[in-house]
Nanobody, 123 residues
Framework: QVQVVESGGGLVQPGGSLRLSCAAS????????MAWYRQAPGKERELVAG???????NYADSLKGRFTISRDNAKNTAYLQMTSLKPEDTAVYLC?????????????????WGQGTQVTVSS
């Protein structure tokens, strides 16, 4: 079994910062790509940022410069540092992890989602 758990969300004032964490655990051989998405009420889920095992990153164009993704491969954990937060950043932030599992001598990758963490930016 594999679990992906997000943490670090909460209520923050406009202009403030938050750091989210996403930890993958369980029957894991490796974790390939990790990414953060967000979904606001009434809106579609959108990619925030992604990171590969060797640290290559990609971001939504609108969030470059304010959000930074990083990871600790030893802990199978990804982080999202969010700064200069705006009310429009309010959403549930979800983590996706591509988890490799050994089966019959080969590694197969599966996509797992966490349940999300709520981020609310409001004064």
């Amino acid at each position: 079994q594999v679990q992906v758990v997000e943490s670090g969300g909460g209520l923050v004032q406009p202009g403030g910062s938050l750091r989210l964490s996403c930890a993958a655990s369980g029957n894991i051989f490796s974790v390939r790509h990790m990414a953060w998405y967000r979904q606001a009420p009434g809106k579609e889920r959108e990619l925030v940022a992604g990171i590969t095992t060797d640290g290559r990153t990609n971001y939504a164009d609108s969030l470059k410069g304010r959000f930074t993704i990083s990871r600790d491969n030893a802990k199978n954990t990804a982080y999202l540092q969010m700064t200069s937060l705006k009310p429009e950043d309010t959403a549930v932030y979800l983590c996706n992890a591509e988890v490799g599992m050994l089966q019959r001598g080969a590694q197969y990758f599966y996509s797992y989602w966490g349940q999300g963490t709520q981020v609310t930016v409001s004064s």
